[in-house]
């Protein structure tokens, strides 16, 4: 007798996740919201692959970030990885493509991967959305992307939200300023990008002698001198109310450090770009605090914050990278680009009531009460089908409309068409709105009014069927 075959547990990755319809259709509405945004900006579609030799992507991101890449030795033995953002395989790219127009914009859709210990909201495989300009060293690009990521968070239908941006080159001063090493730097930049969820006394406390977690952990310290961490501090200090009045101290703080000169000329040049667009200092300020932890940024850095939620952290980032392609091209090309975690502000999103509740794509659903008219049903569901209209036909046991009219009710479908024999012979069908009674059903006072109200019908001739659908769907 055989043995019988092994049954196998259904279980998840960690760090990995399914999901369901009403979030798939929930990303699909944001995605199509962000791409109809980023299209009025002429950036187009590009898409690159999910595995890149492991060479191309090593040594980009920091030390601590590297050590998060999926690698591995493929069957013809390359070392090979999946990527772990969007930016350097477009980097790759450009270097690999010459005849790309330049500037050239380009937007992308895909998952990333990281081997990060997944947490509360953290997941190992996670969606972005990018948009890149390659090829303009003007800030012009570095204003644009920051406008493009107003537009997107407004045509969202999010009001209450915020873009701070700041300056690598200033960044890269206030080492100077403070007499800090530039081996210190990539540590120095990362304890910074914590500020928001540490505070300044634990970013401190990282800066010199170092400090104690949450859990008892103990979190080394930089050993930075008293002094050096004052001046952290006093730039750190800089209020983020009023561009103007930002850029006024910036430049009163590092009168007497020349290298941040040019960075504070960019700050001042987008800047102005924002105040002749229009965006005024509550949707854009300069924060100085914005560190961004990828070592690849070179110039302006940015992110975006919702009000209504910063405990979900930024929901954009970005910056201005003009050294990346060198790697791969031997020569410098200016870029800038910006990224949303598609999950973080789907979450975001949800959290703030911004994306309806939606479990399926179908608008109509057939139902089949008689077994010997199946002919007939399907006859109507393709009726409605190539008149552009999501139908579903009932595939369940015929007959139980009750039943049938429930799964349309808990799937969210707004309309069922029913038909029997009579109807049949009378060249007749019936509409259910059952949005419509989803409705009227909450202010039923009974069981029977609920049952009236909820599965209230209209007869109409089966010819006039697709035009009669169409009328509710676009008044719906």
Request: glycine letters at 8%; aromatic letters at 8%; charged letters at 25%.
């Amino acid at each position: 007798m055989a043995d019988k075959p092994k049954r196998i547990t259904p279980r998840l990755l960690k760090g990995f996740r399914d999901l369901m319809p009403e979030t798939m259709l929930a990303r699909r509405r944001l995605i199509e919201t962000v791409r109809t945004v980023y299209e009025r900006y002429g950036f187009v579609p590009l898409d690159t692959p999910a595995l890149e030799y492991l060479e191309t992507l090593t040594g980009e991101y920091g030390a601590d970030s590297t050590k998060e890449i999926y690698d591995f030795t493929d069957r013809d033995g390359e070392r090979v990885a999946l990527r772990y953002d969007l930016t350097v395989p477009l980097a790759r790219l450009v270097a690999q493509y010459p005849e790309l127009p330049r500037p050239f914009r380009r937007y992308q859709v895909a998952p990333v991967w990281r081997f990060d210990k997944p947490g509360p909201g953290r997941f190992r495989e996670f969606w972005q959305f990018d948009a890149d300009t390659v090829g303009c060293a003007q800030m012009t690009a570095d204003a644009e992307i920051i406008c493009a990521i107003i537009d997107t968070l407004a045509a969202l239908n999010i009001s209450s939200f915020h873009v701070r941006f700041s300056n690598r080159k200033i960044l890269n001063a206030l080492l100077t300023f403070a007499g800090i090493g530039p081996e210190h730097s990539a540590l120095v930049f990362r304890i910074l990008d914590k500020l928001d969820k540490a505070g300044l006394e634990n970013v401190k406390l990282e800066l010199g002698p170092g400090r104690v977690d949450r859990s008892g952990d103990p979190i080394p310290g930089l050993g930075l001198e008293h002094a050096a961490i004052e001046r952290i501090e006093e730039f750190l200090s800089i209020p983020a109310h009023s561009r103007a009045e930002t850029l006024a101290r910036l430049t009163d703080l590092f009168h007497s450090t020349p290298t941040a000169e040019i960075g504070i000329r960019e700050l001042e040049e987008i800047s102005t770009l924002l105040v002749k667009a229009g965006v005024d200092d509550l949707h854009a300020r300069i924060d100085v605090s914005v560190a961004r932890g990828l070592g690849y940024y070179t110039g302006p850095i940015f992110e975006a914050v919702l009000d209504e939620s910063p405990q979900l952290g930024s929901v954009f980032g970005g910056g201005r990278y003009d050294g990346l392609v060198q790697r791969f091209l031997g020569q410098a090309i200016p870029a800038v680009g910006t990224s949303v975690g598609v999950d973080r502000l789907l979450a975001a999103l949800t959290h703030l009531n911004r994306l309806p509740v939606q479990k399926t794509i179908v608008a109509v659903l057939i139902t089949t009460m008689d077994k010997s008219r199946m002919d007939d049903y399907w006859g109507l569901t393709r009726q409605l089908r190539q008149a552009g209209i999501n139908t579903e036909m009932y595939l369940g046991k015929p007959g139980q409309i009750g039943k049938q009219l429930q799964y349309a009710d808990r799937q969210g479908i707004p309309l069922a068409v029913i038909a029997g024999e009579d109807e049949f012979s009378r060249g007749e069908v019936s509409v259910k709105n059952l949005e419509e009674g989803r409705e009227k059903s909450d202010e039923a006072a009974d069981r029977q009014s609920w049952l009236t109200a909820r599965f209230g019908q209209q007869t109409i001739r089966r010819e006039e069927l697709a035009q009669f659908i169409h009328s509710i769907l676009s008044t719906g």
